[in-house]
């Protein structure tokens, strides 16, 4: 199973941008989200929701508020939407999918730009 991932770019702060994840075939994940790593920092959770139930988000507290995932259409694919972004947002964003067998998927990065 691979993981696709699309959406990254330049956006100035304050602007908006939706990164969107989805699988390559039919696949029961337990839960989808999205990891990002800045320069010279470890990568850190940003948001994950359980596709299984299709909701019981989580994000972190950097990004509440801000940020919404929403599963696409079911349980294999995932939506990201970043408002209010701001500079620090920047990083390599990478999709990540669990199995409930506690095997993991990792998407390719998608870089996230956030500067005037």
């Known amino acids: 199973v691979q993981l696709q991932a699309s959406g990254g770019g330049l956006v100035q702060p304050g602007g908006s941008l939706r990164l969107s994840c989805a699988a390559s075939?039919?696949?029961?994940?337990?839960?989808m989200g999205w990891y990002r790593q800045a320069p010279g920092k470890e990568r850190e959770l940003v948001a994950v929701?359980?596709?299984?139930?299709?909701?019981?988000?989580k994000y972190a507290t950097s990004v509440k508020d801000r940020f919404t995932i929403s599963r696409e259409g079911g349980r294999n694919s995932v939506r990201l939407r970043m408002d209010s972004l701001r500079p620090e947002d920047t990083a390599v964003y990478y999709c990540?999918?669990?199995?409930?067998?506690?095997?993991?998927?990792w998407g390719k990065g998608t870089l996230v730009t956030v500067s005037s």
């Open positions: 075939r039919t696949f029961n994940f337990w839960t």
């Open positions: 990540n999918a669990q199995h409930y067998s506690g095997v993991e998927y």
């Open positions: 929701i359980d596709v299984a139930k299709g909701g019981d988000e």
